[in-house]
């Protein structure tokens, strides 16, 4: 069996500057801190973000935002972090608000090998700029694209030395959609079992998608 087990420092060189990087959580809820604070030492720059939100100042990626790493965001809410909104009228940081919905269907698409999907979701506001439109059964739609990343950063409550994951309450949200549309995928684990440990039936992501596990709760 590969093992997949690494430390925080050896995730954190999986990160290059320039790269695309989705994180998981909301609200910094389901966020793996550790990596997040790996990253903020590393100093890593110029990063494209897909995240939910932007979390706070001091939690989640939000901590990104303040060392200024990311030249563009992909979320669907900044309000909790005013460094966002500061950078993006500023110019500084590229920001793209995406409803919530559109945005975890755009990842989805790209871990399912989509080519996209259409959506009513925008039309009529500025969502639909530059954006191909269909009449299907006389309504009108917007073509979304989907996402993919060069490195997935996760949270789960639980995973096993494979990689299969359970994830508790509110982690279930970007988390396992995530783990499909990332060339590589890192986990933090709150806890690492032995394969077999966790019930087959109690599995909410499979360890095919996951590359490498680094341990810990904070």
Do not use: W
């Amino acid at each position: 069996m590969i093992n997949k087990i690494i430390s925080v420092k050896e995730a954190a060189e999986k990160v290059q500057d320039g790269m695309t990087v989705m994180v998981g959580g909301f609200l910094a809820n389901g966020t793996p801190e550790i990596l997040i604070d790996a990253l903020v030492e590393k100093n890593v720059k110029d990063l494209i973000l897909i995240c939910n939100d932007t979390g706070f100042p001091d939690r989640g990626v939000g901590k990104m935002v303040v060392n200024k790493q990311f030249k563009k965001i992909i979320a669907s809410h900044v309000g909790t972090n005013p460094e966002t909104a500061n950078q993006m009228n500023s110019g500084e940081t590229e920001v793209i608000l995406t409803p919530q919905g559109t945005l975890a269907e755009k990842v989805r698409c790209g871990g399912n090998g989509l080519g996209g999907f259409y959506t009513p979701t925008g039309i009529g506001t500025e969502a639909e700029t530059d954006k191909e439109k269909k009449v299907i059964d006389e309504k009108e739609y917007i073509l979304e694209t989907p996402l993919k990343a060069d490195v997935a950063l996760l949270r789960a409550s639980i995973a096993d030395k494979k990689g299969n994951m359970v994830f508790n309450k509110t982690m279930k949200n970007f988390n396992p959609l995530m783990a499909t549309a990332a060339d590589t995928v890192i986990v933090q684990a709150d806890k690492i079992v032995e394969v077999g440990e966790i019930d087959p039936d109690h599995v909410m992501c499979s360890g095919i998608f996951v590359d490498y596990i680094v341990g810990g709760d904070k």
